[in-house]
């Protein structure tokens, strides 16, 4: 048999570099990679292209820039990113934005008879937690169900590598993370260079996953779990710094973060979160947060820094 030609958008990025390299894991006997990017000669495209990959130059705001290279293909993974149109005061802007891309790709795909479409989501918080980035995503799920062309879902939580982001400062011997939940609020996360594994899942079989959802959490830690994950890997003592539920609803710490932010840590404070059970059973290789910490051992330099 051929092998699947998928079309991999934002494959120079963070969850289309792992749907990337999990799908060539497989072999160029199973699966034709091709990926869009802006840049054929950035290092991450070069990277690519010698790893077999088809880079097709072209941006997302321009859909005559890529339909062609959707023509023959079995599949596209649909990823835009709402972060880079978010400037702190245009949420709406920055959402409307990002359907608009995520739209395009899909009307493109359906019109070069592209028969199945796997989209990166994010959970619904509903109605009573309006989070313009998960709700613009929520827009193009009800997209493409309105569509009823054959889709898959592949749900991203929160992504652990954020940790890496949030701000430290080193007390004696010790390292106080702000971490922007309260210490003891348990969020389900995953390591994002792990999407690839449940992308491919599909990719191998879409007819097995039409019309289904994977929520990729692998694991539900706290920050005070995740601090002492970190500790007893990297052998340096570091502790959140203190926060409790009603430190979080103060006006003073939410000034601190970008709205955007604020509204999503409350959601997921607020709601049922979706239990690690399917993400594991789905892809047993998948990281606790621990196994995350300890594999990639640059975050022992990032945390020292
Ligand atoms: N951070 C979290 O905790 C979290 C959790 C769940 C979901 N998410 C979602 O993850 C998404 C971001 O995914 P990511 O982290 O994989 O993104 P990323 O690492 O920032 O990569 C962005 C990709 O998009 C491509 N791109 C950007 N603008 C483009 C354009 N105009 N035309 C063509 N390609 C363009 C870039 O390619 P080139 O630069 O090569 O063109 C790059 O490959 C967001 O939508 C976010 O909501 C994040």
Redesign the pocket.
């Known amino acids: 048999m051929a092998p699947k030609k998928i079309v991999v958008?934002?494959?120079?990025?963070?969850?289309?570099g792992s749907v990337a390299c999990y799908l060539l894991e497989d072999g160029k006997d199973k699966f034709d990679v091709w990926g869009?990017?802006?840049?054929k000669t950035?290092a991450k495209?070069k990277e690519l292209e010698k790893a077999g990959v088809t880079i097709v130059e072209?941006?997302?705001?321009d859909p005559s820039t890529y339909e062609a290279a959707l023509k023959g293909a079995d599949n596209v993974w649909v990823?835009?990113?709402?972060?880079?149109y978010y400037d702190g005061t245009n949420p709406d802007e920055a959402a409307a934005h990002?359907v608009q891309q995520n739209k395009d790709v899909i009307d493109a795909a359906i019109r070069q008879g592209v028969p199945h479409i796997t989209f990166?989501a994010?959970r619904d918080f509903g109605d009573k937690f309006p989070v313009p980035?998960a709700d613009s995503k929520v827009t193009i799920v009800k997209y493409l169900e309105k569509l009823g062309h054959d889709h898959a879902l592949v749900y991203?939580?929160?992504?652990w590598t954020?940790v890496l982001l949030f701000p430290r400062r080193k007390e004696g011997d010790k390292w106080v993370v702000s971490w922007p939940v309260p210490d003891n609020a348990r969020i389900p996360g995953f390591d994002?260079e792990q999407v690839g594994a449940y992308a491919r899942l599909v990719f191998r079989d879409p007819e097995a996953w039409s019309g289904k959802k994977i929520f990729c959490a692998s694991d539900i830690v706290s920050p005070v779990e995740q601090a002492a994950a970190l500790s007893e890997v990297l052998g340096v003592d570091i502790v959140p710094h203190g926060l409790t539920r009603e430190g979080f609803d103060s006006p003073e710490f939410q000034a601190q973060l970008p709205h955007e932010l604020v509204l999503n840590y409350k959601a997921i404070l607020s709601i049922e979160n979706p239990k690690p059970e399917q993400a594991r059973s789905l892809y047993p290789e998948a990281y606790y947060f621990k196994d995350w910490v300890a594999n990639t051992p640059e975050r022992a330099k990032a945390f020292t820094k």
């Not at 991203?156 to 992504?159: C, E, I, T």
Request: charged content about 10%.
């Open positions: 958008f934002g494959i120079t990025g963070v969850q289309g869009v990017s802006r840049s950035s495209a072209a941006d997302l705001d990823n835009a990113n709402f972060w880079l990002e990166s994010v980035h991203a939580p929160w992504f954020n994002p």
